[in-house]
């Protein structure tokens, strides 16, 4: 695979140019330090930490996997945990953290921007680091005064590094079914057994010690999902010093052999009467976990958009390498034997596609980003709630469209190389391999799509919808006669319109039969995608515009802005066409065969 | 992954009820021999071969892989050289080859329903048989008598098997630009020097000799696609009793390390002054080609059916197992701790998608099949050439399209497993990687696109379409008051109408310029298979229809169908819209951004 190359410029595009992330900063409580010259020189450090000291382990990463040994010990690969000493000692785990637990307390969307650099260049090794976010979110959110001392500031410093152990082999997206057991102890600790599997970073060799967030139950558990509590389990006990030290009695029982993401160690999880601590409520272990897995869907759909971006990179520049017949409309290159495969029509919707989705999905990523700080650490009650609902939506469009489409990308950058892209090599189907989980852990496509219409969008009687189409239909009004984007506004208005008419319907028919939302609801989760992308795109369009106007030196940068704006509007955004039909199609289409009709032999 | 199953159900169907090959069998000339009790007993005795000796090799072939000693020599899967005997022991090579050549003289297409099950149970296996059909016809199609005398008693035996060497590392799609050089020896034989790659079955342990088809340059050959010749480039020189002789300079120089099909070997291959014997006339290679092509496009497009086919039972069989949650509408088995997924309306859509791929593209393949036979044995011209101009406009609808869905159900597939069909041990991701590679060789998508509405439709001023748009035309207006199918006609009749005229727009648009043809041609070719899997869902549901009303002891699996047809005509052909709108979006939208518009840096 080429050589990642962060990209800043359009990340700089996204947040300052069309998201006013300057701004957004300079109104936000805390956020003094982050000045611009200050985000300016954190993005290039971060950049260059990405290019040059992950981006080279991803194949080799890749190639050589994690090892297990008998006593369950497990080595990462390669110059993994050499790079993990270089980010603790750069001090970016503690980016956007806390100073009361030794952070630095940037803007939690400066801290995306370096993750988003970071998963792109190496995802298998982010996800090390990456699994920390949620656990330091959760603890913050719900341990004790006395937890947070403990735990927070080793996993700030990034001296330790946490999980999430969630999963049961019979059970993950229906965690009422859970197993593991908590008995309470005397001193107020809790003895914790079961096995847990999909244990991403679960056992590993760059950090002193590991902080399993465990779901458990207690002994008078009531069944279901009302019976989970939420327990700190650490590889090692905390000592006196707050160091790491007595064993804990669990173990990485074995490692996953899977499709990619090899780098990782995906771990089984054999708790057996291992010492833990309850954190947050009894029983109301669910709840508190929403604080971790709204993070982690964020931080997948990161993923998304990683697969995108390295799938544009990857395609651009054999595209414009590679030498393979000559264009229809005449020879392009005739001092070549051939002319570079980015003259052929077909090349280049696979290369737009790609790009449309990377640039795209950036765009909503950083706004979600933006409204995450918001409703974190604004003081305007009405401001944080916005963004809160604006959050609540986004959050499973983001998770479920960006990875279903990062995928999409990555198999068409695969697809721009022949059949080079099928050879390990070049990256590319490391890419698509690694991708290819990404709608599958912290909630499939199905889950994000049931959360979206059913809890976010019709529980809430579309107040959360609300909250964006306003938006996009102030921007449309604001642009109805700005020429330079007016078709696509045009295009947007309607579709925006036509997102709350087929969401009155299916609530509907909903309340009629439940099976009428179920049955639309990955529809709808991707058309809805698509919709919200076309928002971004079409602003991205009226920015470049005005900036074409108002004169640049970067001419070729926006006129690109504005030609993949027009793609997408015209080759994209068709594909809701055929969301709709399917959703209009309801649940008779799926329903009505029954089971044994399915086979042949029934 | 669960068992292998061989569809003989849905082969029956497809085969006796939907294409009438009993009669169609009756009447081909030279097929005497395949009565329906002879057809039976093959199709049984080839489902026992697939799925007792083929598919129990597919997970441990793909963990094992290849591997190449240091003389070139390669070694094979454990049990694949053992399986391979015992199909020449069975016959089944031979088993629609010539009897002039030890075949059983039975038809084409008889041979086409057991490499269904042999590719599908084990696809990395299949190939190694499955490329040797090429060489088979094209030394058939252009060898001397004596070529025909040495080699095609040896392949059609089993005893040797064949490879096609095109691919060489700066070219693919464009072999105009290979270098590959043949220089003539005094005794009539040439010598060839070049390197090949991406060569399946290039090199293995499981047959006595390797007969390599290799294209190459004559000295005083023209440029270009015109000054390419076709040559018998064997292992073993054979001796003058027709047996494997002096090993000839040619070796395996790698095998490529590639994301799937880990149990073929993918070679490079060195040709040293090896000896080749020229096959056809000299610079008329690439047309001799077309034989060797046409075969390995349809067995490709069987490619993307065993994957759809493969998906459809892994997701049906886990989807029937794994309990997690309730039923939307109630829980459907109390007794059990959750429902079963399959009662999940977003996993019935996915299960219903791989259903309508792999049995709508088993009908298309069959009818291919059926045309084949008869281009092939027919004594009337008027049948021959209608069947010749069906194949022509078929094969690459059934190669571009069916891999397409072959890969999209492998991922669905994978999709209703959640996390588990992330790890090896299921299958799904296998399944996935190996259909990778479909969408990729014997023509990419794209080229794929190229020849279906250049060369066929645009190139025969719409005849092989219409051969195909005749026989809806007909299928709708017999059927246009037939109750039950009488929605669906509809929708087929519209459909197949602007096919025509969608054709004829993009014909008239291409005249002005090419790029207008090229911009549409992958949305052309996804549109036309879409509009072809209708047709045979149509008739399908036709057939059902009849059978369920005339009274049957199988309700289930024709109301199934039933079923599958209407859930394809609502929730899969709506997606002729985009690909419709993506169409007319025309060449500006691919065309006018320039290729310093792509990248912030240009």
């Given at each position: 695979m080429p050589d990642y190359k962060a990209p800043l410029r359009d990340i700089r595009f996204v947040r300052?140019?069309?998201?006013g992330y300057e701004d957004h900063y300079a109104n936000l409580?805390?956020?003094?330090?982050?000045?611009p010259d200050m985000v300016k020189a954190i993005l290039e450090e971060g950049a260059k930490f990405a290019e040059q000291v992950l981006a080279p382990l991803n194949l080799s990463g890749d190639q050589e996997g994690c090892t297990r040994t008998d006593d369950g010990e497990v080595r990462t690969p390669k110059g993994f945990k050499e790079a993990y000493q270089q980010y603790v000692e750069g001090g970016?785990?503690?980016?956007?953290?806390s100073p009361e637990h030794g952070?630095?307390?940037?803007p939690e969307s400066l801290g995306l921007s370096i993750g988003e650099m970071i998963g792109q260049a190496n995802w298998s090794w982010s996800m090390y680091q990456g699994l920390s976010q949620g656990a330091k979110r959760t603890i913050n959110a719900h341990g004790t005064e006395v937890q947070q001392q403990v735990y927070l500031p080793k996993l700030v410093s990034g001296e330790w590094t946490g999980t999430m152990c969630l999963t049961e082999p019979h059970c993950g997206s229906d965690l009422g079914m859970l197993r593991t057991k908590a008995e309470p102890q005397a001193d107020g600790s809790y003895r914790i057994s079961g096995t847990k599997i999909f244990?991403?970073?679960?056992?590993?060799?760059?950090?002193e010690n590991i902080v399993h967030i465990v779901l458990a139950r207690l002994p008078d558990a009531p069944a279901g999902t009302k019976g989970i509590s939420l327990f700190i389990v650490p590889k090692f006990l905390p000592d006196a010093n707050g160091e790491a030290g007595e064993r804990n009695?669990?173990?990485?029982g074995a490692l996953e052999h899977k499709m990619?993401?090899?780098?990782n160690a995906t771990c089984v999880m054999n708790f057996d009467s291992a010492t833990g601590f309850l954190i947050?409520?009894?029983?109301?272990g669910l709840n508190c976990m929403f604080t971790f897995m709204n993070v982690a869907r964020i931080g997948t759909a990161m993923q998304g958009l990683a697969h995108a971006e390295r799938a544009f990179q990857g395609a651009m520049s054999y595209a414009r390498e590679r030498l393979q017949m000559r264009s229809l409309s005449g020879?392009?290159?005739?001092?070549?034997p051939a002319d570079p495969i980015i003259v052929h029509p077909d090349v280049r919707r696979m290369l737009l596609t790609t790009k449309a989705f990377a640039e795209g999905g950036r765009a909503l990523m950083y706004f979600c980003s933006k409204q995450s700080d918001i409703a974190s650490r604004s003081n305007d009650e009405a401001q944080r709630q916005e963004a809160e609902s604006l959050l609540a939506l986004l959050t499973p469009i983001a998770k479920g469209f960006l990875t279903e489409t990062g995928f999409e990308a990555a198999y068409l950058g695969m697809q721009?190389?022949?059949?080079?892209?099928?050879?390990?090599?070049?990256?590319m189907e490391q890419n698509l391999r690694d991708a290819r989980i990404s709608t599958l852990y912290e909630g499939t496509t199905g889950i994000q799509a049931l959360d979206l219409i059913g809890r976010k969008v019709l529980g809430s009687q579309g107040e959360t919808l609300k909250a964006f189409t306003r938006i996009v239909h102030r921007f449309c009004k604001a642009n109805a006669e700005n020429e330079a984007v007016a078709d696509l506004v045009k295009q947007l208005a309607t579709l925006n319109k036509e997102w709350g008419e087929v969401t009155m319907k299916l609530g509907m028919a909903g309340m009629q039969n439940p099976e009428e939302v179920g049955a639309a609801a990955v529809d709808y989760l991707m058309y809805a995608g698509y919709v919200t992308l076309a928002y971004f795109w079409a602003d991205s369009a009226r920015v470049a515009a005005e900036k074409l106007a108002a004169g640049t030196s970067e001419e070729n940068f926006y006129r690109g802005k504005l030609h993949t704006a027009k793609f997408y509007f015209q080759r994209?955004?068709?594909r809701t066409r055929s969301h709709l039909a399917a959703m209009e199609a309801g649940r008779g289409s799926l329903m009505d065969i029954e089971e044994g009709e399915f086979l042949a032999e029934g």
């Open positions: 300052d140019e069309l998201l409580p805390g956020a003094e330090d982050a000045t970016w785990p503690g980016l956007s953290q952070g630095q307390g940037l244990i991403s970073s679960g056992e590993h060799d760059m950090a009695a669990l173990v990485c990619g993401i090899h780098g947050g409520p009894p029983n109301k020879p392009k290159h005739p001092e070549k721009v190389y022949g059949g080079h892209g099928y050879i390990a090599e070049w990256g994209i955004l068709p």
